[in-house]
T-cell receptor, first 115, second 110 residues
Framework: ETGVTQTPRHLVMGMTNKKSLKCEQH?????MYWYKQSAKKPLELMFV???????ENNSVPSRFSPECPNSSHLFLHLHTLQPEDSALYLC??????????????FGPGTRLTVT | SQKIEQNSEALNIQEGKTATLTCNYT??????LQWYRQDPGRGPVFLLL?????KEKRKERLKVTFDTTLKQSLFHITASQPADSATYLC?????????FGGGTRLMVKP
């Protein structure tokens, strides 16, 4: 596997379910990100991790819970979601995060539908 | 925080012509500005990065300009091809975060 992978690619869940999204990067990067992309809206940054430490939480509701066990893996745990949380969830990584900025490499995304 | 404006209407051009896409921002000039390409149902793909002290950056058929006075970046694709059809996103650095514009969809017709 190369680049950034995400599983599952598609997920349908009820509002009372608990599920997790997984992201893995094979690029040796130190920073990882979760983004949300809703229809007709710009990409919204959710969380930033740098060297496994969360450095940014962009006012995300607590029903989204990230986990970064190491620099290569990132999870997004989901519980009691709302229908408006249906979106494409994208994971990305970059060599480092700040102060210098590097390009980000994105995974293919998980298309989430909340029923 | 920054407000980033990209033309939300699709840009339709003929194959072989130059496509020019615009990215305007409202507040302070970022240290870095990036352009990405996104195809339907896929994650964005990085294309070019330009720094605030650079006026222009080129990569093959792509050219990006950065005018901090106008608070604007232009993205050009010369000799466009149908395979260039996609949504193009600009992104500005804010602290340790990238803020993305809504993107402009480019359609290149043969």
């Amino acid at each position: 596997e190369t680049g950034v992978t995400q599983t599952p690619r598609h997920l349908v869940m009820g509002m009372t379910n608990k599920k997790s999204l997984k992201c893995e990067q094979h690029l040796g990067h130190n920073a990882m990100y979760w983004y949300k992309q809703s229809a007709k809206k710009p990409l919204e940054l959710m969380f930033v991790y740098n060297f496994k430490e969360q450095t940014e939480n962009n006012s995300v509701p607590s029903r989204f819970s990230p986990e970064c066990p190491n620099s290569s893996h990132l999870f997004l745990h989901l519980h009691t979601l709302q229908p408006e949380d249906s979106a494409l969830y994208l994971c990305a990584s970059s060599q480092d995060n700040y102060p210098r900025f590097y390009e980000q490499y994105f995974g293919p995304g998980t298309r989430l539908t909340v029923t | 925080s920054q407000k980033i404006e990209q033309n939300s209407e699709a840009l339709n051009i003929q194959e072989g012509k130059t496509a020019t896409l615009t990215c305007n921002y409202t507040n302070y000039s970022p240290a870095y500005l990036q352009w990405y390409r996104q195809d339907p149902g896929r994650g964005p793909v990085f294309l070019l990065l330009i720094r605030e002290n650079e006026k222009e950056k080129r990569k093959e058929r792509l050219k990006v300009t950065f005018d901090t006075t106008l608070k604007q970046s232009l993205f050009h694709i010369t000799a466009s091809q149908p395979a260039d059809s996609a949504t193009y996103l600009c992104a500005l650095q804010e602290g340790n975060m990238l803020t993305f514009g809504g993107g402009t969809r480019l359609m290149v017709k043969p």
